[in-house]
């Protein structure tokens, strides 16, 4: 793809391949169709045991995986959602959920470290994931897990060739781990600054077409540098 043909990550979330997505709109906490069977482990069972637990969830669709958790998490609990287009009903929210409308570009998070944050096939509607993947393990708590769903073969060189192998290297240096059978990205712990990745955004194309899931994805060009 001509690097002139990319999009920056603003006409990117004009474009309907991201800005009508519905990947976490009917998915719950457990069952067939659920955050448990995604991740491959139950997020309540995680933070059940600490006071005040923090998740954070990022493209977090209608939010219902944070509405269930809230009623087996203790009182306090602060349970968050962000989604570009946001919650399509208006349905009340349990005590301690809070749902976001706002771009991962641009969006900080309040004060506040979270002990478990989610993005369930998130990165595939993301243009530069990597400036987001290097962000948000300093949002983690010291012990706190970040777990994604990652494609590394949507990352391609200007030239359109994958640039898997030098992504996955990359992602290892700055702390993370890669199930490839999963598909899941993780890293467990804080850290103070975010990573400088060796790569350069380039832009996304939005018709990169489908990822493993089937569901159509973004290609996320990057220059080694």
Request: proline share 8%; net charge neutral; hydrophobic share 40%.
């Amino acid at each position: 793809m001509s690097q002139g043909l990319l999009l920056s990550d603003g006409e990117l979330e004009q474009s309907s391949v991201v800005a009508n997505n519905t990947m976490n709109r009917e998915r719950g906490l457990s069952g067939v169709n659920s955050y448990a069977r995604e991740l491959g482990f139950d997020p309540v069972a995680r933070l059940r045991g600490l006071e005040r637990p923090r998740w954070l969830d990022l493209c977090s669709g209608e939010g219902l995986a944070l509405r269930a958790a809230a009623a087996l998490l203790p009182a306090g609990a602060v349970l968050t959602g962000v989604d570009l287009v946001g919650p399509l009903g208006a349905r009340p929210l349990p005590a301690g959920v809070e749902l976001v409308t706002a771009s991962l570009a641009t969006w900080t998070p309040p004060p506040g470290r979270y002990d478990l944050i989610t993005c369930v096939h998130g990165l595939h509607y993301i243009g530069d994931k990597l400036a987001l993947l290097a962000r948000v393990t300093t949002w983690l708590a010291p012990g706190g897990l970040f777990v994604a769903h990652l494609d590394p073969d949507s990352f391609r060189l200007p030239d359109g060739r994958s640039a898997a192998r030098p992504l996955l290297r990359a992602l290892r240096d700055a702390g993370y781990g890669y199930d490839a059978r999963r598909h899941l990205l993780r890293h467990e712990g804080a850290t103070d600054q975010p990573f400088v990745f060796p790569f350069t955004h380039l832009g996304a194309d939005p018709d990169a077409g489908p990822t493993w899931t089937g569901q159509p994805g973004v290609g996320t060009y990057v220059q080694p540098r």
